[in-house]
């Protein structure tokens, strides 16, 4: 019998566990103990391996300092806009660049720089990721 993958909803209620506990600063490591978990349980609830059930959801939202309602953000009915609601209504690519250093580190300047220079800093990304697509000649 194949392996079940994990829900989309446990995805990305884990992924926004990950993007909250990496802006916080906090490690896998820090917040299994203050859960009294191990950190492989925290790797697996981030990754929407493990459901978390209600009362472990609370301590985990009270441990990084948020609403239960932060993780649940960007999610739809099942349903509402996609065919048999298998999928999330927020794109991945946001979550998954969120996540890294970089994009931390990113959020964290982003508001310091003006609106001229961040739509130029947005033009030059653009470009570099059009020279970089494998179909260029």
Known sequence: MADKA????????GS???MRRIMLGMS???????LGLTFQQVQKYEKGANRIGASRLWQIAEALGTPVETL?????????????????ASPTYV???????EGIALARVWPQ??????RSIVQL???IADEAKPDRH
């Open 6 to 13: 994990p829900d989309p909803i446990d995805k990305h209620v």
């Open 16 to 18: 926004r566990i990950r």
């Open 28 to 34: 896998q490591e820090a917040l299994s103990d203050v």
């Open 72 to 88: 649940y953000e960007g999610l739809e009915p099942r349903g509402a806009s996609h065919q048999g609601g298998a999928e999330t």
């Open 95 to 101: 979550s998954d660049f969120i996540t890294t250093p």
């Open 113 to 118: 720089i003006s609106a001229k220079l961040r």
């Open 125 to 127: 990304a653009e470009q």
